[in-house]
């Protein structure tokens, strides 16, 4: 029972009244500041897909002048996933420098899967309806197989106890801006389609990936600021802005096949060495 003293003020009561609601609002009801950033990047995915949407698969369905994929609303959308990708990368920063709500890892998890599972699918499944060469219903497949990995991969991440430092499989927002860079490039339709497929089986797959920390996190920031001016340059039509456009596009799908390489030559070597070790235990 509360006493409320007549000499105070309605409104200082009041006030009482809503810190105490405060503390005793439950530890997982109340948002961190890495929360913050999580939401953030769920906006961004969810916005992509509205660009997606409204700048390329409408005017395309309803017959406007603009045919294949509209360069600003693409340049949008993809812009929006990268601006994903910083949001993602912050809010585990800051989650190990400050604090992260008991419902943090769930909120990361939902958010990357609009991000870097929704977005990128739906863009991969727009360019199936929109491009010359490309098969609607064969885009459709690719686009559910990018999403079930994500899907896969998130569920994993959040069962699977691994190596500090390292990911398991490639990184979903790593993996949706390698399948959106081999939708940028405009390669023939099956190519395009084969490499798809073979991003969504390395996010599922057991190669290993470094964390983006340190360095490695200051260099994947300055390739995201990169990857935004050549967007931008390409959007605006810039002299030489396709040449540049494909340029990175094709450096971040290098980048994506070139690590699995590195992983599994690592493990080679390592096997290699236990091996020798076990022999040179057996004949002293």
């Known amino acids: 029972m509360t006493v409320i003293d007549p000499d105070t003020p309605a409104g200082w009561v009041a006030e009482a009244e809503k810190e105490d609601e405060a503390e ?8 961190s500041i890495a929360d913050t950033l999580t939401l953030g990047n769920a906006t961004c995915g969810f916005m992509a897909v509205y660009f997606t949407t409204t700048g390329i698969l409408i005017p395309h369905l309803t017959g406007s002048e603009e045919t294949g994929m509209a360069r600003h609303s693409a340049a949008t959308a993809v812009i929006l996933m990268l601006c994903a990708a910083v949001f993602d990368l912050f809010d585990g920063l800051v989650a190990r420098k400050l604090r992260s709500s008991p419902m943090g890892a769930e909120l990361d998890n939902l958010s990357d899967l609009i991000s870097f599972g929704l977005a990128p699918a739906y863009f991969v499944l727009v360019y199936g309806m929109v491009a010359d060469d490309a098969h609607q219903r064969v885009s459709a497949l690719a686009a559910i197989v990018v999403l079930l990995a994500v899907v896969l991969r998130l569920a994993r991440f959040s069962c699977v106890t691994l190596k ?13 801006l390698t399948v959106v860079s081999i939708v940028l490039l405009e390669l023939p339709f099956v190519p395009t389609l084969l490499a798809i497929i073979g991003v969504a089986w390395l996010m599922v797959s057991r190669v290993e990936y470094p964390k983006p920390r340190g360095v490695l996190a200051v260099a994947m920031l300055s390739w995201i600021v990169a990857a935004m001016g050549l967007l931008a340059a390409w959007a605006f039509d810039a002299p030489g802005g396709q040449l540049l456009l494909q340029t990175g596009c094709a450096l971040q799908v290098v980048t994506g096949a070139v690590i699995p390489l590195f992983a599994t030559a690592r493990r080679v070597n390592t096997f290699r060495d236990n091996r020798r070790e076990a022999r040179a235990a057996q004949h002293p």
Do not use: E, K, V
């Open 164 to 176: 500090d430092g390292m990911f398991q499989g490639m990184p979903s927002p790593f993996g949706a």
């Open 24 to 31: 005793d609002m439950p530890l997982s009801m109340r948002l």
